[in-house]
């Protein structure tokens, strides 16, 4: 069981064994505000960026590509994205624009097709199941599947599933891939699903102890009828830190289960990025990269762990690893690459 205040940096850790900075290209093209979502293939990096709604395509080493799509009211653009979703055997990415389509472009960013997505409220994350059938995430109440499969090609639902209270569902990215199973994470609760065309098997949980939520508040919640004064509830009670905590972020490859964990009031929450060792059965808690530079990590596969650095702790960061790179204050974040030990 993981101690969550009992921290070390990621330096401190012995996870890791070197730190490899990337220095994100900046011009008028590829600005990045917040890092929202990013993927890794083939030494592409796709990042999507949270207040200037774009996906933006740079190499290993930084240098910009292109942008995929572009940002407007004409046919074929959008004015905003949720998620996206790279095809595993097509070089095409599916993304989620507001009022339930789908726009897919091909990774040279030459526009494919646009389709309405079944009927539903929202939809907020995607992971393809296969180059054919694509797991739709909706953060939507208990009236609605949160879970829609999707054959793209016939543009059909094959199956929807997983009816559960608005609260618990949460909108944040739930689906995460180790080892080429598609898992599912939750904001409260501590279960890890595997998610399959016939069905969602819990396969572990976390327990964080004292600091685990009492699911019974969510119980007494969901007895209120959806409206203003539970939705204030529910908003009043994160702010005051009612609820012990709230899962972000889920990663994993063979070795490492990853969570990102939110303990304390909404906006004043301390975040801690618990690894669970799955060969030595062992736990890390860290908050720190390094002193004074917080841990944001944005994607992991085996190899590696990718995260950014805020522009204003970029001083610290590289007093402390000795890099000496020529970054603006208005320049791109610097991404940094986490090498795990063998």
Not at 70 to 95: I, R, W
Not at 158 to 167: A, K, P
Request: net charge negative; glycine share 6%.
């Amino acid at each position: 069981m993981p101690d969550l205040t009992q921290t070390e940096t990621a330096v401190e850790s012995g996870l890791f064994d070197r730190f490899e900075p990337i220095v994100l290209e900046t011009n008028d093209s590829s600005l990045i505000t917040i890092i929202e979502k990013a993927e890794i293939r083939n030494d592409t990096i796709f990042i999507l960026d949270r207040k200037n709604p774009r996906l933006l395509l740079f190499d290993s080493t930084g240098n910009f590509l292109r942008n995929i799509g572009s940002v407007g009211d004409g046919p074929n653009q959008y004015t905003h994205c949720y998620s996206f979703a790279l095809n595993p055997e097509k070089n095409e990415v599916a993304m989620i624009i507001p009022f339930g389509f789908l726009y897919t472009y091909d990774l040279q960013g030459k526009f494919i097709e646009n389709r309405k997505l079944p009927a539903k409220p929202s939809y907020h994350d995607a992971k393809w199941l296969n180059k054919d059938t694509l797991i739709l995430w909706s953060g939507v109440s208990a009236a609605y599947p949160a879970i829609t499969f999707l054959n793209v090609p016939s543009d059909k639902p094959v199956r929807s599933m997983w009816h559960r209270q608005h609260e618990l569902n949460g909108s944040i990215s739930s689906f995460f891939e180790v080892e080429g199973k598609i898992l599912l994470g939750s904001p409260y609760s501590n279960e890890i699903y595997s998610v399959g065309m016939d069905s969602i098997i819990p396969i572990a949980a976390w327990d964080f102890g004292e600091y685990n939520v009492d699911m019974s508040y969510f119980a007494e919640l969901d007895k209120m009828k959806p409206s203003r004064e539970r939705y204030e509830k529910y908003r009043d009670d994160n702010r005051a830190g009612k609820i012990a905590h709230r899962k972000l972020e889920h990663f994993g490859n063979k070795r490492y289960m990853v969570v990102n964990v939110a303990v304390g009031p909404l906006g004043k929450s301390t975040f801690y990025k618990v690894f669970y060792d799955r060969k030595d059965k062992q736990s890390h808690s860290i908050v720190y990269l390094t002193d004074g530079v917080r841990l944001m990590p944005v994607f992991m596969n085996e190899e590696f762990m990718l995260a950014y650095i805020r522009d204003y702790e970029l001083d610290a960061c590289q007093e402390a690893f000795g890099w000496d790179l020529d970054v603006a204050d208005d320049d791109n974040p610097v991404l940094v690459k986490m090498y795990f030990k063998k």
